[in-house]
């Protein structure tokens, strides 16, 4: 069936197309080329990428759908053989398929060619899935400090799905002016560790997605053990025929001479030693698999962490959430009780916040912190209350000796006893048998 639109006037969402006096006037044309039998939401993106290899190797151009279920759109073809588009709706049975163009009355040329794709691209789903192997670096954030442990290079183990190794190489960086008349840089040195993983895809592109969520959880997992920021220091890069084509660099950064003028070559000192990680990062990947809840407290927690140098008000309030994450496990919501039809929820969040606390430190110990925290935490939530020096942009310079640093009680003594404790709850959780969840 062939449906003519009629004059191009209004667009899509009822908006006037910037296009010229002579297109406006073009009769727009759509036509059905059928129902096929693919899955919008499951196979859609795989059915259009062997769609557009059909047409020529892709489209110019391509419109995902909208959240009230609107139709993609894609095309023309690259290789300019075709002008009309095809769109593509959700059906019952599957896709269903229509053809436009504003070039009069639909032709052969403009029409057929889409149906044999999409007949093709059916038949070619899940007959194209392979292995991808890729590597990416993960290290010390070179915003970081000097962390809790020595500088020593990790055993080759694996967590999860993912193989660990020694990078072999004892990378220098210098972290550089964060404006043009600060003379502050700093020098770093870390050893980076390869980290390996395998995906199984039609295509690359849907390799990093995936890559990007599992590093997120190992920087994650890294930094609660190391106690120091850890962070994916490349993006994941497919393997070669022969194998990794990473490349460690052994210094990052501006080259300044050292002292007695040799080169900078990244070689591992000799007596470098090496270090493990603990039964419980090797089980975590599974346990968290299966705890959404634990997870989302440990991706608070790993925010937290990369928030506190820049925006430490923020940071706190972060660390306080992920400790609730882990209260809420053996605090559940409530119904509010004031009269049999009340429909509000009981405010527990910090009462989940002080049980979790109370997972790793005194009762008194709570009462000290937990009040003067929470109130931190809620001033900042529900105000943008700043307390630390992103209120000066960072800088943690004084106006003379005899003034107390305004920022230092907050930063270095609140927010970093929180981010102690935080680490503490987390630890102990992921170190102790999985509980059923049912009797949480």
């Not at 300019?80 to 040329?109: A, F």
């Not at 290290?139 to 020593?152: C, D, I, K, R, T």
Request: aromatic content about 8%; hydrophobic content about 35%.
């Amino acid at each position: 069936m062939t449906l003519i639109v009629g004059r191009r006037g209004l667009g899509r969402c009822g908006q006037r197309p910037s296009t010229s006096s002579k297109r406006l006037e073009a009769t727009v044309w759509e036509q059905s080329i059928g129902t096929f039998p693919v899955d919008f939401t499951e196979h859609g993106n795989e059915w259009a990428h062997h769609l557009g290899n059909a047409m020529g190797g892709g489209f110019r151009r391509m419109s995902g759908t909208d959240s009230y279920g609107g139709p993609v759109e894609m095309g023309p073809p690259l290789d300019g053989s075709m002008t009309s588009v095809l769109r593509v709706h959700p059906h019952p049975d599957g896709i269903s398929c229509t053809v436009v163009g504003d070039d009069g009355t639909p032709s052969e040329d403009q029409v057929d060619p889409w149906r044999t794709g999409a007949r093709k691209a059916v038949d070619e789903i899940g007959h194209h899935q392979r292995t991808h192997l890729w590597d990416a670096l993960v290290g010390v954030s070179p915003s970081a400090g000097q962390g809790f442990y020595p500088l020593e290079q990790i055993r080759a183990t694996e967590v999860g799905p993912l193989a660990l190794a020694p990078g072999g190489v004892y990378m220098r960086e210098f972290r550089g002016q964060d404006r043009v008349d600060s003379q502050f840089i700093t020098v770093s040195r870390s050893f980076p560790v390869v980290v390996t993983g395998r995906f199984e895809t039609y295509h690359w592109d849907l390799v990093v997605p995936v890559a990007q969520v599992q590093l997120r959880r190992l920087g994650a997992l890294l930094t609660l053990h190391r106690r120091e920021l850890w962070e994916p220091r490349t993006l994941p890069w497919p393997q070669g025929p022969a194998g990794s084509v990473l490349k460690i660099p052994t210094s990052v950064g501006p080259e300044f001479p050292s002292l007695h003028g040799e080169e900078w070559t990244g070689e591992v000192p000799p007596g470098t030693g090496s270090w493990k990680l603990p039964l419980w990062v090797l089980g975590a990947w599974e346990r968290l698999d299966g705890d959404p809840e634990l997870e989302t407290a440990l991706n608070a927690y790993y925010e937290a962490v990369r928030l506190k140098r820049r925006h430490p008000s923020l940071s706190l309030l972060t660390f306080v959430a992920a400790i609730e994450g882990v209260g809420m496990r053996s605090v559940p919501d409530s119904m509010c009780d004031c009269h049999p039809e009340c429909k509000h929820r009981k405010g527990v969040a910090e009462k989940r916040f002080r049980k979790a606390l109370k997972t790793v430190l005194t009762q008194k110990q709570v009462k000290e912190l937990a009040g003067p925290l929470y109130d931190q935490r809620s001033l900042t939530g529900h105000r943008g209350t700043l307390f630390g020096s992103e209120q000066v942009l960072g800088y943690g310079g004084q106006a003379g000796p005899f003034q107390v640093n305004p920022y230092f009680q907050f930063e270095a003594v609140q927010l970093g006893r929180l981010a102690q404790v935080a680490n503490a709850v987390l630890v102990k959780v992921l170190s102790e048998p999985a509980a059923d969840p049912a009797h949480r």
